[in-house]
């Protein structure tokens, strides 16, 4: 594998791009700091991409630091990724009335929230105000008063609940009737 990280910083972008698709599958056994390293390159955005890819191969938490990282990316193609990817990972942490398991979680630590809050203000401009809240709202521990207060779910409506009852035959009873009110069908 040390021959493989090496070619994360070969000359080529397609070398750079082939080492990190080679290495995603075991991107949670490479050193984290090679990684954070590669996200930061001052001077090659193919390096800072493959750090991007692999960095969110790892756990929840060090994706959504790396996309928040990326979207304050001075080249504009990275930085709109960045976004694209902050933005579906914190919408993932939302809670949906339409889904019946419960949004993962962060687990964050207080410093560690505090830090992607902080980027997430930072890159304010390229996040909406929306992300930056639903953000702040998974990032917040939850107590045993605010899970009371919240409305239990009722689940997923019952199959048919929203359905015109049918005749035994299984045909709807519009279709029929529509068929002889049309012209020249008496």
């Not at 910083?9 to 954070?36: C, F, I, K, Y």
């Not at 930085?79 to 979680?105: F, K, M």
């Not at 409506?157 to 049918?166: D, I």
């Amino acid at each position: 594998m040390p021959r493989a990280t090496a070619l994360l910083r070969d000359g080529s972008a397609a070398v750079v791009e082939e080492a990190a698709a080679t290495l995603a599958p075991s991107a949670a056994q490479l050193p984290a700091d090679l990684l954070w390293d590669l996200l930061t390159d001052p001077q090659r955005p193919a390096v800072r991409r493959a750090g991007h890819r692999l960095l969110t191969r790892r756990d929840r938490l060090t994706a959504l630091r790396a996309a928040l990282l990326l979207s304050g990316e001075t080249g504009p193609r990275l930085a709109a990724r960045g976004t694209a990817d902050a933005t579906a990972r914190v919408r993932e942490l939302a809670p949906h009335p339409w889904l019946t398991r419960p949004p993962p979680t962060l687990d964050a630590d207080p410093a560690r929230a505090a830090e992607l809050l902080t980027l997430a203000q930072e890159h304010r401009t390229a996040l909406t105000e929306d992300v930056i809240r639903l953000l702040h709202d998974a990032l917040r521990p939850t107590t045993s008063s605010q899970a009371a207060s919240r409305p239990a779910s009722s689940g997923p409506p019952a199959p048919g609940a929203h359905t015109r009852p049918r005749p035994p035959s299984g045909r709807a009873p519009h279709r029929r009737a529509a068929a002889h009110s049309l012209p020249g069908t008496r």
